[in-house]
């Protein structure tokens, strides 16, 4: 008669396995972080690029610090096609270059001294923008999914 009863039997290893295996991707998103750095950076390099002259880009538009015409300390004019920022190479050199990453926390910063007072006037340093938000989200996801 015992052959006749039907019998469930459900084994949760393998759903315990991987569901152990999120929840320790998920504790830890540190290689998430270190893709969305590397994101980051290159973003914001490319937004130096199409901005420098005034362009827009990330919807953000820099405007010039001085008007048309007027003199630089070089003694030179600013014109339509002067750059908007001086020393645009070391700022670019130094986007987002320091940075700590713990398990659940991104910080990073670009440790020039004049680079607060540049994002004041011309954002450059913000992850809100829609497509970067995304990317995170990607990267996310697949840190998790991918258990690294």
């Known amino acids: 008669m015992a052959n006749d009863r039907i019998q469930i039997i459900i084994d949760d290893r393998v759903a315990s396995a991987r569901l152990k295996g999120i929840r320790a991707s998920a504790g830890n998103l540190r290689p998430a972080f270190i893709n969305f750095e590397a994101y980051m950076q290159r973003v914001i390099t490319l937004m130096f690029r199409r901005n420098r002259r005034g362009g827009g880009d990330r919807g953000v ?88």
């Open 61 to 148: 538009t820099w405007p010039f610090f001085k008007r048309i015409g007027q003199l630089r300390p070089s003694g030179k004019r600013v014109t339509r096609n002067s750059s908007l920022m001086r020393d645009t190479g070391r700022m670019i050199t130094a986007v987002l270059s320091k940075s700590r990453r713990t398990a659940t926390r991104l910080e990073m910063d670009t440790p020039v001294e004049y680079a607060k007072w540049q994002h004041q006037m011309r954002n450059f340093q913000f992850f809100e923008y829609p497509k970067d938000v995304e990317q995170l989200r990607r990267f996310i996801i697949r840190s998790i999914g991918n258990g690294r």
